[in-house]
């Protein structure tokens, strides 16, 4: 019998076959978070995520014998501050200084199940995440858990306004939902919010430039006049 070759790949693929995610609701949360923390986090070594694998721990697999399975999930967004942001096809534990992410978010989708969840929030317990907060965009509804050296604290939509003890940015529900801000208390940018955000900067740079075009040309035009009248304005 041939046996297929056991390959890095074959024991920590880069995706489990399921979708980032089920609605664009969902995917505007997922975006909207990572997008958000890689601007917080942007003047500190912090990777930041969205639905990328994770694999906790290193499987071993002896010749002849049928590869173990791998535990691990792929939160919507996490945070692993100590490590630098840079593109990896899968967050493989042991080859990041063993630092496992430090804060998870999961946003539900109507697909997820409280089996799933509840299975999620052991994984994150077991595997040294310490937030996990949890939101569902259609019922509103919101709970965390942060680890206190050895004990769990769960946090509930009592618990609000939340401040997450890592990150320090601020969880407030509303009428409309759920918010999330930066420390300083401005709301995460969706991503129009963003574009608007650039192109608000785009405008403000092409004005300082106008304006310096604009101060060169009347430079020019007094030089000019000066030459008229037989002085050379570089000698003043």
């Not at 740079?205 to 304006?211: F, I, K, P």
Request: glycine letters at 6%; one cysteine or more.
């Amino acid at each position: 019998m041939v046996q297929t070759p056991i390959t890095p790949q074959t024991l920590y693929p880069d995706s489990d076959g399921k979708p980032m995610a089920d609605n664009t609701e969902q995917y505007k949360w997922i975006v909207m978070l990572v997008e958000n923390l890689k601007r917080l986090l942007q003047d500190q070594t912090a990777f930041v995520a969205g639905d990328l694998l994770w694999y906790p721990i290193k499987v071993e697999s002896l010749p002849g014998e049928e590869p173990q399975k791998a535990p691990c999930q792929a939160p919507d967004a996490m945070v692993v501050l100590g490590r630098p942001d840079n593109y990896q096809g899968s967050y493989q534990q042991w080859k990041e200084g063993n630092i496992a992410p430090q804060v998870v978010f999961e946003i539900l989708s109507p697909s997820n199940s409280h089996l799933e969840m509840a299975e999620k929030q052991r994984f994150y317990q077991k595997y040294g995440v310490l937030e996990m907060y949890f939101y569902d965009p259609k019922t509103k509804n919101f709970w965390g858990f942060t680890r206190s050296e050895d004990n769990w604290n769960f946090v509930t939509e009592l618990n609000l306004p939340w401040i997450s003890p890592l990150l320090k940015i601020r969880f407030e529900m509303f009428e409309d939902g759920l918010e999330v801000s930066y420390p300083n208390g401005e709301p995460f940018k969706t991503l129009s919010g963003f574009a608007q955000e650039r192109d608000q900067a785009q405008s403000e740079r092409d004005q300082a430039q106008a304006q310096r075009d604009q101060a060169q040309e009347e430079r020019d035009r007094l030089a000019a006049k000066l030459r008229e009248l037989g002085v050379d304005p570089d000698q003043l």
